[in-house]
């Protein structure tokens, strides 16, 4: 089901391009202010547009706060915020050093007609979680 390709460790970056960076630098700099300044300040800095708009939470609210909680170590509290993003986080990051650092890229040899489904099944369980919680 998992294997490890060998491959070169400068294609991980193949097809990046600049504004590609800008936009992942200011997304993520705009999460991290809007936190921050949401926790400081008591002020609703909601950035979801599901939540705020419909009052529901989405499959990933929570992220920001259980990816903010993973990094100072605190586990538990990442898995309650938001699960789904608690797990993607850590095994994103190994696959993602595996291959920079070793120059070994995983790969799933799991059938599309089965990982759709099962992808879909891991997110509305999460979101099930996320709404039964964080009401």
């Not at 990046?16 to 999460?31: E, Q, S």
């Not at 800095?45 to 909680?69: D, E, H, K, Q, W």
């Not at 920079?100 to 891991?122: F, V």
Request: one cysteine or more; charged letters at 10%; proline letters at 6%.
């Amino acid at each position: 089901m998992l294997r490890l390709e060998k491959v070169p460790r400068a294609s991980f970056f193949e097809g990046w391009t600049r504004g590609f960076f800008l936009g992942l630098l200011v997304y993520v700099g705009t999460v991290l202010t809007a936190y921050f300044i949401g926790t400081r300040t008591n002020l609703d800095m909601t950035l979801c547009a599901v939540n705020r708009f419909l009052g529901i939470p989405c499959p990933l609210c929570g992220g920001t706060a259980a990816s903010l909680s993973l990094a100072s170590g605190r586990l538990s509290d990442a898995f309650f915020s938001n699960p789904l993003v608690s797990l993607a986080l850590p095994i994103a990051g190994l696959w993602i050093l595996t291959w920079i650092c070793l120059g070994y890229r995983a790969a799933i040899s799991i059938p599309k007609p089965i990982l759709l489904p099962l992808g879909l099944l891991l997110i509305v369980a999460n979101w099930a979680y996320v709404i039964s919680t964080h009401q």
